[in-house]
């Protein structure tokens, strides 16, 4: 008898425990879109903010138009920390709850954001849809929010990288930046009153110093758009932020990351199942270290992707405009999309981006 109770609890708790990790899907939620006059909070969930860039971001968001909230504090750093756990996860949290900030600006990547996941209360974040940006070690809270949410977040260029560079955001990332987030581009004019439904995200003539994405596998395929930098997704593995994929269009990029450490990380994807029913893939810009050694070195990252992709069931771009590099363009993660590896094109099929209250006829 005690075998058998000793059983049915394990038995009992084994099932709960399945149940825990399996989460339902989240209804998708939407931000509302930005205008001239809002605010934005620019925060430091992950590595310190480098001062001379974050004063000249906010330079030029103030002169677009918008108010920027950037507290002296939030310049604090803990070696590679910009401060502990508890004060980046409670920054991030008051920037959600207040209700006069309208968009959520991460200053960089970096490292630190994976630490901070177990202390936000995603149920709150969830009743509070706002704009959330970022890139690099972002990811880890566009898949942790976007999961647990269903929030639409945005990965894009940030304040230290792209909007406060010297040099500004390169014409094509400014383009997407900003069609992304703003009001103002969802316009129709032929009708005020009426929004676009969605827009594609594709290398034109108008930017012809961006280098045209390569195909690795023809076709279409449509899914919600997850993912984003490779080894924050390949570190969230095991954990309950792990990403889901089955369905999806799974988007990833790098940067200083040989071959076999693209390798690797792919593996550990494809050994989970990952890369399995997926509706499509976009890998992004991937680099690696200029100075690490290469001799006897004979295989490519791109190498690696062709191993990995080349048979696959579903589209597959390759250096995807998005990432790591100057021409970075803004991909809303969880929004529905089409991805049309033949002509190079992923297309949005809704805005990732609400209509502002003020704005409705």
């Known amino acids: 008898m005690n075998r058998l109770l000793t059983t049915l609890l394990v038995t009992t708790l084994v099932l709960a425990s399945l149940a825990l990790s399996v989460r339902a899907e989240q209804p998708i939620q939407f931000a509302k879109a930005l205008q001239?006059?809002?605010?934005?909070?620019?925060?430091?969930?992950?590595?310190?903010?480098?001062?001379?860039?974050?004063?000249?971001?906010?330079q030029r968001l103030t002169e677009l138009g918008f108010k920027v909230r950037m507290p002296d504090e939030v310049f604090r750093a803990n070696d590679y920390l910009a401060g502990s756990d508890q004060r980046r996860a409670e920054e991030l949290m008051d920037a959600f709850t207040d209700p006069e900030i309208d968009a959520i600006f991460p200053g960089t990547g970096g490292y630190g954001t994976t630490r901070i996941l177990d202390l936000l209360d995603f149920e709150e974040i969830g009743k509070h849809p706002k704009i959330m940006i970022g890139f690099s070690d972002i990811t880890a809270l566009h898949i942790a929010i976007h999961q647990r949410t269903g929030l639409v977040t945005f990965h894009s260029p940030v304040p230290e990288w792209g909007l406060g560079s010297p040099e500004k955001l390169a014409p094509f990332a400014d383009h997407y930046f900003w069609r992304a987030l703003l009001a103002e581009k969802y316009s129709v004019p032929e009708d005020p009153n009426m929004w676009s439904k969605g827009y594609a995200i594709e290398v034109t003539?108008?930017?012809p110093e961006v280098p045209a994405p390569t195909i690795?596998?023809?076709?279409k395929g449509t899914g919600r758009v997850i993912g984003g930098n490779l080894s924050l997704v390949h570190a969230l593995m095991g954990t309950p932020y792990e990403v889901e994929t089955k369905g999806r269009i799974l988007f990833l990029e790098d940067v200083g990351e040989a071959p076999y450490r693209v390798d690797r990380m792919l593996q550990t994807l494809k050994s989970a199942g990952k890369l399995d029913d997926l509706a499509g893939v976009v890998l992004g810009s991937f680099t690696r270290r200029k100075n690490e050694d290469t001799d006897g070195e004979e295989i490519s990252i791109d190498d690696v992707f062709h191993d990995f992709f080349s048979d696959a069931d579903y589209p597959v771009l390759m250096n995807f405009p998005a990432g790591h590099q100057r021409?970075?363009?803004?991909?809303p993660m969880g929004v529905l999309a089409e991805l049309d590896a033949t002509n190079k094109r992923l297309t949005l099929l809704e805005n990732p981006v609400t209509r502002p209250s003020s704005d409705t006829p």
């Open 36 to 58: 001239p006059g809002d605010t934005i909070a620019i925060v430091a969930p992950a590595s310190p903010l480098d001062r001379e860039r974050l004063v000249r971001a906010k």
């Open 327 to 331: 021409n970075n363009g803004t991909i």
């Open 205 to 207: 003539s108008g930017h």
């Open 216 to 219: 690795l596998v023809t076709g």
